[in-house]
């Protein structure tokens, strides 16, 4: 195969797929972007624009199509960059069943754990190339992408397409690493998203906000240590992840003393999240009604509940979150108000 010759299909023009499928696009690959009506006729319009660093760039004329149907109508894919949220697996893939002879695998980069199978289920197991992306990105605008601060990305190692996937986005800048053990790679991006994610979301705070108050801290440690239990209950081993070393996390939550893993854990915050906030808090307080909670501190609970792993802390988590959500109850009902939440689990 001719790795210069492959052509991407992305799913999702959001912060992501405009940073992954743009990366390809300025490196030579041919992409396709599939976008909602309301957002294409302006990425079309105004292109994207990638700030990637020192390097400024701007995609005149992306191909924005609206649909997988019309995406089809380009031509073949080699691959699919599948880049929408979690809570959008399910139904959108539905949609997609009866294409599923014409469609290339999902290189699946979203978080959570259960969107490999969701999409296997639809698609076929062939279809799923697992992957994790730890550079931190985030949306100025739509179809504007600033890069806060670069990583990498991991893929599955056991793909046929894995090491032209790899070869690619080397060229393309986006630092991939293969991974043997998909599984492991998955649940330990799922553990460095959790932290300060659902608090920062219910309490309105920042994660250096959340970090610095001793009890905050000793809750996110909490349910750090139950996911951590639930993987290994699984045989699932904790793995770094390019730039992120999840080893020394894990090591850190699991055995040093929170007076001492305290002061490690803050300065990673600050250097880890660049200057945006949680993606959780970002959903909430975009008003869009969804949150991937239920996909992160939900899997962790209901993984737990499978195999007898108590995990208080993220059910309590997920439920207040997905409360808020929903507007159940009001979104500045636990903001700035961390011990309502605390009392919530009798702390």
Request: hydrophobic share 40%; with cysteine; net charge neutral.
């Amino acid at each position: 195969m001719n790795n210069q010759n492959l052509r991407f299909l992305v799913y999702g023009a959001g912060a992501i797929g405009t940073y992954i499928g743009g990366s390809l696009t300025l490196s030579g690959y041919n992409c396709v972007f599939i976008e909602r009506q309301e957002l294409a006729a302006e990425l079309e319009q105004q292109g994207l624009f990638l700030h990637l660093g020192e390097t400024h760039e701007h995609i005149r004329k992306p191909i924005i199509v609206t649909s997988i149907e019309a995406a089809l109508e380009h031509g073949y894919f080699d691959a699919c960059i599948f880049a929408i949220k979690s809570y959008d697996t399910q139904t959108t893939v539905q949609d997609l069943t009866l294409l599923s002879m014409n469609l290339p695998p999902f290189i699946c980069i979203q978080n959570g754990v259960e969107n490999e199978s969701i999409i296997a289920s639809a698609l076929g197991g062939k279809k799923v190339i697992p992957a994790s992306l730890t550079s931190a990105i985030s949306r100025s605008r739509t179809g504007e992408i600033i890069l806060e601060r670069k990583r990498g990305i991991g893929i599955a190692a056991d793909h046929p397409l894995s090491r032209a996937l790899f070869d690619a986005f080397s060229k393309a800048g986006l630092s991939p690493k293969l991974y043997h053990d998909p599984r492991s790679m998955k649940w330990s991006k799922l553990v460095t998203n959790l932290i300060c994610n659902a608090s920062s979301a219910i309490l309105n705070m920042e994660p250096a906000e959340i970090i610095a108050d001793k009890d905050l801290y000793r809750l996110e440690i909490i349910q750090l240590r139950e996911a951590l239990q639930v993987m290994k209950i699984q045989d699932i081993h904790v793995t770094d992840l390019p730039g992120t070393p999840v080893r020394s996390l894990a090591f850190a939550v699991k055995r040093l003393p929170f007076g001492i893993s305290q002061p490690l854990i803050q300065r990673s915050i600050g250097v880890g999240r660049g200057n945006k906030m949680p993606s959780f808090h970002i959903d909430l307080y975009s008003g869009r009604g969804k949150s991937e909670v239920d996909f992160l501190n939900g899997a962790v609970v209901r993984f737990g509940e499978k195999y007898g792993i108590p995990t208080p802390v993220n059910k309590l988590l997920t439920e207040t979150l997905n409360k808020l959500t929903i507007g159940e109850i009001g979104v500045d009902s636990f903001s700035k108000n961390p011990r309502k939440l605390l009392n919530l689990l009798g702390d």
